[in-house]
């Protein structure tokens, strides 16, 4: 059976092979003499599994030619070329377009299946330097994998000891120093060693411990001081500071010390026994609660001028004379020491002679006996004359009296007299130890 197709102007001849059929694979003689297609370049070569989708499309024109070759009547026997052409010759018999377009898109695809086999050749010859680089200079990997693998145990050496110095400060030091404090506390044995102790190490071994001690130690110190409470002795209250050191009882320890320096620098009530308790007060060995009483004092008993002696056992004899008729309730020898108009006679105003020894003697016979007794201190007497002749006396003094058949003394008066020109007293009143003496 004869076929008729019209063939594209570009065509000459083709000649069909049925032996040579594309069937998947590639038939270099199917086309003769074909002009080349001119068709468009791709702007970059595919991959190769692009080329694989092209060679399926390219399949599937050469399956219509099959199927007209398949379609050719029974009986009819399949003539080759040679006597087509001879029994038709002007006729050419062609392979339909679709064969021809078929080897042109053979051709393309085999041109970008090389093009991309180049690129890859030079890709790998890219390579290639960097690996005979890396030939011609294996003492350089050397060193470099030499220097990491120091820099990395350097590292490793650094992590393990600033592991173990954290390792040795929260066990080994802290135990160190957890025993090294308990043994000062027990050494000390004081409320504020345990105490301290407590304090730094709140999660320490012996911390039950040392307040157990703490407690006893508490218990102690109380019974301490309800013994030495009412002491009159300054060398126990100062021993027992020692012994509890912080104890909330050292308040009452300073104050009991500072008033049995007070009492007795007012037993000796001299210008030195004042001057000691402000030096001590000065010094913060003592509260000091009486400085200025303690200054005053001293004032008072510390000569301002050059004493004369002549005059000093004048004024000493007078003042001993007074005292010692005032204690007997002498008002006739009294009346020799007082001038005829007294101007302050203790806590009494101006009044005569007369009427102040009357007074006195009134008042001892009331007493039943129970009189006091003045003794001053002659050798501690201050005095100042003034430009009008009269002198000013402070002498200290001390009282007493018996009480319960008990003789009670009660030192720290310092008497205060004015003498006349003629050693006769004007004026005499007392500063007491303390508001309330007798």
């Not at 032996?19 to 068709?39: D, I, Q, W, Y």
């Amino acid at each position: 059976m004869d076929y008729e197709l019209e063939l594209p102007e570009n065509i000459t001849s083709v000649v069909h092979d049925p032996e040579n059929s594309f069937n998947g694979n590639r038939t270099e003689n199917a086309v003769e003499s074909v002009e080349p297609l001119k068709s468009p370049e791709p702007d970059r070569v595919s991959e190769p599994e692009e080329t694989v989708g092209l060679e399926e499309n390219v399949v599937e024109p050469l399956k219509g030619v099959e199927q007209v070759e398949e379609s050719v009547e029974p009986g009819e026997q399949e003539k080759s070329p040679e006597t087509l052409k001879s029994e038709n010759p002007k006729e050419e018999v062609v392979e339909p377009e679709e064969t021809v377009m078929t080897g042109e898109l053979e051709k393309t695809i085999d041109a970008k299946i090389k093009e991309n086999s180049d690129n890859r050749s030079r890709q790998k010859m890219s390579v290639a330097p960097r690996e005979n680089y890396q030939e011609e200079m294996p003492g350089e990997l050397t060193d470099k994998k030499k220097g990491k693998s120091s820099v990395a145990t350097i590292l490793l050496a650094a992590t393990l000891i600033v592991g173990s110095f954290f390792i040795y400060n929260q066990t080994v030091k802290k135990s160190y120093i957890d025993g090294k404090s308990w043994e000062a506390a027990l050494n000390k044995n004081t409320v504020e060693g345990y105490l301290f102790y407590m304090e730094s190490y709140p999660h320490g071994k012996h911390f039950n411990e040392a307040q157990n001690n703490l407690l006893s130690l508490k218990s102690e110190e109380a019974a301490d001081w309800e013994q030495i409470k009412f002491t009159g002795n300054i060398s126990e209250l100062h021993n027992f500071l020692d012994q509890h050191p912080g104890s909330p009882y050292t308040l009452l320890a300073e104050i009991r010390i500072d008033s049995l320096s007070w009492m007795g620098a007012l037993r000796t009530n001299t210008p030195e026994s004042y001057s000691g308790y402000i030096t001590l007060s000065q010094n913060g060995e003592i509260r000091g609660e009486y400085i200025a009483e303690a200054l005053k004092r001293d004032k008072m008993l510390s000569p301002q001028y050059p004493q004369n002696e002549a005059l000093s056992d004048s004024i000493f004899a007078i003042v001993n004379g007074f005292y010692s008729s005032l204690s007997a309730v002498d008002h006739n020898k009294m009346s020799l020491y007082l001038a005829p108009v007294v101007k302050r006679f203790f806590n009494s105003g101006t009044a005569t002679r007369e009427k102040i020894t009357g007074e006195l003697l009134v008042a001892g016979a009331q007493s039943q006996g129970s009189t006091l007794k003045f003794t001053p201190n002659t050798e501690a007497v201050n005095y100042e004359k003034t430009t009008e002749g009269y002198y000013k006396i402070n002498v200290p003094l001390m009282k007493s009296y018996v009480k319960n058949e008990n003789i009670e003394l009660v030192p720290g008066y310092i008497v205060h007299m004015e003498l006349n020109p003629g050693f006769q007293i004007i004026s005499i009143h007392e500063t007491k130890p303390y508001p309330g003496a007798p």
